[in-house]
């Protein structure tokens, strides 16, 4: 019987860090035990009577993870967790990776100087700001000032070929402050401006009288048997009108059915008390939703006349 070339595989080797007098794993070496050199512990059978040497016994037991085998087999738990460990890292530590790893990342932007943190950057913009104010104090002191408080600071100190014009510095930067502080006022009162026209705006929709039932001789009918229920709002009184639990009737004839039950709908509609109605269920089903028409009376010569009794 032979075996396909491809599937013979050479045995890889991971070195795992043990100590023969204590069994310990990747924790120390033999020389670094602190147990005494006395110490018997056997790594067969986990005595602590006897070595591997003089062991008898027949069951076996890890020292590490006390299964039943011995301290140095690879069925270990601990042993195998350690060999897939080493053997992920050594497919993620290639040379590009550790390079990436070790090398600062303002490194790799072409400069030569490391990122300043903020704290480190505000420690020097504030001595910046106390060596233009003493400059305006006492001229020509910019530099002498600058390198002394970036000393007391910790900061390295510079060199500068020319002292700079802090008065004008200094104004320039209030005037863009203040020019910046006028901007955002101007901005906030177009704003409130703006506000306080749609709030008045919207107090004038608000303060606008509101149609009232009796100005169109609106009466909203229910049946006897049923009455109106304890908690009724205008979204359930349309539906009702859709479904004939409700009836409702008007005499303004210049708005629509549509526009009636619209108003009803959004509560743009006084409803007093007047136009509620219960009626008996034999006149709630003689009663037409809808605009009430009134008739013209008949001319006397097209009337009927009355039948003479004998």
């Known amino acids: 019987m032979s075996i396909p070339k491809h599937q013979i ?23 670094a035990c602190p147990y005494s050199k006395d110490t018997k512990v056997c790594s067969e059978c986990a005595d602590t009577t006897h070595t591997w040497k003089e062991c008898t016994n027949t069951v076996k037991k890890c020292i590490n993870c006390d299964g ?5 087999s690879m069925k270990c738990p601990k042993r195998k967790a350690i060999k897939q460990k080493r053997e992920k890292d050594k497919d993620t530590n290639t040379y590009a990776n550790i390079v990436k790893s070790t090398v600062s990342p303002w490194a790799t932007t072409g400069s030569t100087t490391p990122p300043i943190d903020k704290d480190t950057h505000l420690k020097i913009y504030s001595c910046m700001i106390h060596a233009h104010t003493m400059n305006i104090i006492e001229p020509d002191c910019y530099e002498k000032e600058l390198n002394a408080t970036l000393t007391a600071n910790n900061l390295p100190s510079i060199k500068i070929h020319h002292t700079p014009n802090s008065s004008k510095l200094l104004t320039q930067k209030e005037e863009e402050q203040i020019t910046a502080a006028e901007e955002t006022r101007s901005q906030t009162q177009e704003t409130v401006k703006r506000n306080d026209t749609t709030n008045m705006e919207k107090e004038h929709t608000d303060n606008k009288p509101k149609l009232q039932s009796k100005d169109i001789q609106l009466h909203i009918y229910t049946l006897e048997s049923s ?36 108003l009803i709908k959004t509560n743009e509609i006084k409803l007093d008390s007047s136009c509620w109605r219960i009626v008996e269920d034999i006149t709630y089903r003689r009663i037409r939703s809808g605009l009430i028409v009134e008739r013209s009376p008949l001319p006397r010569e097209e009337r009927r006349p009355r039948k003479q009794s004998k």
């Open 9 to 31: 595989h050479q045995e890889k080797f991971y070195h795992i860090q043990s100590c023969f007098r204590c069994y310990a794993i990747e924790d120390h070496n033999t020389n």
């Open 227 to 262: 009455g109106w229920p304890d908690h009724l709002i205008p979204k359930d009184l349309t539906k009702g009108f859709t479904n004939n639990t409700f009836k409702f009737t008007y005499t303004e004839s210049t708005m629509e059915e549509s526009e009636v039950i619209n």
């Open 68 to 72: 039943e085998h011995r301290t140095f």
